[in-house]
C-alpha cells in the first residue's frame, strides 16, 4: 500500500481553508506567516515559494522577504525582532540553511517561542521532551499524522528511526515514544556512525528513515510486512535519462513487495511537512497550545 501524503495534505489544507473562513467571521484574526529566506540556495527558494502558495490557498496573510546572501545576522534579527512584535504575525519561520557567516542558533533563539511554527525554538523542544503544549517540528508532525492515518495504534510497536537530526530524527523520536494515544511505541534511534543497520532495522514494524543518503536502505534492511516512512529527498542523476530527478533514502523498488506500506519519494512525507507548518500557523493565531500561559 502507498501512503498517500500528497492526498493527505490537500484534505488537510481544505479543512483548515473552512477553518480559517470561521475564525476570520467569529474572531476577525487572519492567521499571519512571514517567511524569510537569506541567500539563493536554488532549494530553498523553492520551498519558500511553495510554502507561500499553500498560505494563499487556505486564506493566510504570507510576508516573504528575499534577502541576499551577504545580508548582516544584525539585519536578519531585526526582521525577526519586527515581526515578534507585529499582531498580524503569528508563525515566523526562517529557510534553513543560513549563509555561513549567520548563526543559525542565535537567529532561531531570537524567536518568540509562541510563533517558532517550526518547533525548533529550544523551549518547544524542550515541551516535546516533555509532554507539554507546544509546537512540534513539522515533519514528525506530518509523520505521525500520517501513521494515525494508515497504520491506527503504535502502542507497543517497534519504531525504529534512521537518523538522529534536530529537524527530524530527534523530535519523532520524542514525539513516538510519548504516552499518547497516538504514539506510545517503543523507539530505536540509530544513525550512520553504526557498523551495521541490518540488525537494528530488521527489528522494525515501523522503519522511518532521514539519513539524507540516497538509496541507502533496501530490501535487506527491512523485515516482512513492515512499515516504512522514508524522509529522504535527494537530488540525483538518472542514467538514463541525464536529467535530475527526486530519490528517497530507500531504494523503493527494491523495498516496495516486502512492506505492508510505504511513502514514495515525492508524493509521500514531504506535502505533510507544509500541511503542518499550515496547521501549527493556524493554532498560533488561535492561541490553543499556549493557553497555559
Not at 543560513?98 to 511554527?117: F, G, W, Y
Not at 515501523?206 to 516482512?224: C, Q, R, S, W
Not at 522514508?230 to 530507500?250: H, M, Q, S
Request: hydrophobic fraction near 45%.
Amino acid at each position: 500500500m502507498l501512503i498517500d501524503g500528497k492526498a493527505v495534505a490537500a484534505e488537510l489544507r481544505a479543512q483548515l481553508r473552512r477553518s480559517v473562513e470561521r475564525l476570520m467571521a467569529e474572531r476577525g484574526i487572519r492567521p499571519g506567516l512571514a517567511l524569510l529566506l537569506v541567500g539563493d540556495n536554488p532549494a530553498s527558494q523553492v520551498y519558500v515559494r511553495s510554502k507561500a502558495k499553500a498560505c494563499q490557498e487556505v486564506g493566510f496573510l504570507s510576508v516573504v522577504e528575499r534577502l541576499p546572501a551577504e545580508t548582516p545576522q544584525q539585519t536578519v534579527l531585526e526582521y525577526i525582532r519586527r515581526w515578534n512584535q507585529s499582531p498580524e504575525i503569528h508563525g515566523i519561520l526562517v529557510q534553513l540553511p543560513l549563509p555561513r557567516h549567520i548563526e543559525e542558533q542565535e537567529v532561531l533563539l531570537a524567536i518568540d517561542p509562541r510563533k517558532d511554527v517550526d518547533g525548533f525554538h529550544p523551549e518547544n523542544v524542550g515541551r516535546l521532551v516533555l509532554g507539554l503544549p507546544g509546537f512540534v517540528p513539522c515533519t514528525p508532525a506530518g509523520i505521525l499524522e500520517l501513521l494515525r492515518r494508515y497504520v491506527g495504534p503504535l502502542a507497543g510497536k517497534h519504531v525504529v528511526v534512521v537518523g538522529r537530526s534536530n529537524i527530524v530524527g530527534k523530535p519523532v523520536a520524542n514525539l513516538l515514544f510519548q504516552k499518547t494515544p497516538d504514539a506510545n511505541a517503543v523507539v530505536t534511534i540509530c544513525h550512520t556512525g553504526a557498523r551495521d543497520l541490518v540488525p537494528f532495522t530488521r527489528q522494525a514494524d515501523v522503519l522511518i528513515v532521514a539519513m539524507g543518503v540516497a538509496g541507502a536502505i533496501g530490501a535487506e534492511h527491512v523485515k516482512e510486512g513492515a512499515v516504512v516512512i522514508d524522509v529522504g529527498i535527494n537530488r540525483v542523476v538518472d542514467p538514463a535519462t541525464g536529467k535530475e530527478r527526486l530519490v528517497g533514502d530507500v531504494r523503493f523498488e527494491e523495498v516496495f513487495p516486502k512492506v505492508s506500506a510505504i511513502t514514495p519519494v515525492p508524493g509521500g512525507v514531504g506535502p505533510m511537512t507544509i500541511a503542518m507548518l499550515l496547521w501549527n500557523t493556524y493554532r498560533a493565531a488561535t492561541g490553543e497550545l499556549w493557553s497555559d500561559r
